[in-house]
């Protein structure tokens, strides 16, 4: 199921036909193990790479790190379900490091994500501190490659 995954996190757009090719097994056995995936919570959603810049020029992504006090036989649970309930969160992670909670959030103008962090975010019990990063140009993202034009394949060479 790991060969399945791994085409799918590719292009879930691929055909049971396509996948069944590509791995040797039957259109019903794929059918089969996606199914399997699927009800046992390990697929949990299909969903498309965005080129945000030419989706929608004025939005912006931020991706904020929140460090918070934990809450005593809670943990950060409360916290991240509280943050992840906002419609702008786009992803809430629990961190190692500097700080606990990587928040990514998508907007409309640097002006409504700030106050969006100031407002609703900073505020919330047990926030210690916030620091917001704005994106500014997307790279790559879960394995694409954005403004492939400009893109030089060619490894770099030292001596």
Do not use: C, W
């Amino acid at each position: 199921m790991n060969k399945l995954l791994d085409l799918l996190r590719q292009n879930a757009r691929l055909t049971n036909a396509e996948l069944a090719a590509m791995l040797g097994i039957t259109e019903n056995e794929v059918a089969e193990q996606i199914k399997q995936l699927e009800s046992d919570g390990i697929i949990m959603g299909y969903s498309a790479i965005i080129n945000e810049e030419k989706a929608d020029e004025k939005g912006v992504t931020a991706i904020i790190e929140i460090r918070v006090t934990p809450i005593k036989d809670q943990g950060y649970d409360d916290l991240a379900h509280t943050i992840m309930a906002y419609d702008e969160v786009d992803s809430v992670f629990l961190m190692s490091g500097a700080y606990d909670l990587s928040v990514t959030i998508t907007g409309t103008s640097l002006r409504k994500v700030a106050l969006f962090v100031s407002e609703q975010l900073a505020v919330l019990d047990g926030v210690l501190s916030t620091t917001t990063h704005f994106v500014l140009r997307r790279y790559k993202e879960k394995k694409h490659l954005f403004n492939e034009d400009n893109f030089d394949e060619r490894s770099m060479v030292s001596p």
